[in-house]
Structures are given as structure tokens and as C-alpha cells.
Nanobody, 123 residues
Framework: QVQVVESGGGVVQEGGSLRLSCTASELSFTWRAMAWFRQVPGAEREWISCINWNDSIKNYADSVKGRFTVSRDMEKNTLFLQMNTLKPNDTAMYYC????????????????WGRGTQVTVSS
């Protein structure tokens, strides 16, 4: 059974940094674009970043551009999100999203979701 698991969330002060990780059991990230989303209670899930299958394309939402960096380690089958200069409005549950094999970066069709990791930024 495929399980996608995020880690690295926590409580950090404004201006601080966190690095989120995403791994999976019974699933290889090879040939797959991967994305990060976040969600606060009562709001829609917000797309924030995507990395394509060969890491040649990395896209970011305007709200995180210049502060967040997506990357992956193919050998460890792990996706990362480095988050710097964190702000209180970055507080959310962060989700890893695995896209269908061979698909480009896109926001609508997600094959697997992780259960999320909570990030809280205090002012």
C-alpha cells in the first residue's frame, strides 16, 4: 500500500527556516513531477510549488517565490521544500503531492497525497 509521508514541520519564529521532506513507501518518485500544497482551516488547498520529473523545471507561487526552494534526492526518493524567511501567513498544513507518471507539472491531477505536516510561524 502506498504511503506518502511528510516530515519537518514545526513551530518557528518569524524570519526563521524549516525544511520539509516527503518520502513514500511502495512508490518511486522517478518519472514523476512532484508538488507542494498548503492549507489553512476554512480555506482551499493552495498550490505553492512544483518540480518536474527531471528537475529541469521548478515553479513557485508568487507568495513563496524567492523564499522557498523545492528539490529532490532521487537516490533517497525524497522531495524537499526549503522554507526561508518564514512569515506568520505561511502557517498552514503542508502537503506533498505526487503527480501521475510522465505528467508535466500541473495542479489539478494528483495521484497520491501525503497526510500533511503542520508549520506554525509565530510573530
Amino acid at each position: 500500500q502506498v504511503q506518502v509521508v511528510e516530515s519537518g514541520g514545526g513551530v518557528v519564529q518569524e524570519g526563521g527556516s524549516l525544511r520539509l521532506s516527503c518520502t513514500a513507501s511502495e512508490l518511486s518518485f522517478t518519472w514523476r513531477a512532484m508538488a507542494w500544497f498548503r492549507q489553512v482551516p476554512g480555506a482551499e488547498r493552495e498550490w505553492i510549488s512544483c518540480i518536474n520529473w527531471n528537475d529541469s523545471i521548478k515553479n513557485y507561487a508568487d507568495s513563496v517565490k524567492g523564499r522557498f526552494t523545492v528539490s529532490r534526492d532521487m537516490e533517497k526518493n525524497t522531495l524537499f521544500l526549503q522554507m526561508n524567511t518564514l512569515k506568520p501567513n505561511d502557517t498552514a498544513m503542508y502537503y506533498c503531492a505526487v503527480q501521475p507518471k510522465y505528467a508535466p507539472c500541473q495542479r489539478l491531477i494528483i495521484e497520491y497525497w501525503g497526510r500533511g505536516t503542520q508549520v506554525t510561524v509565530s510573530s
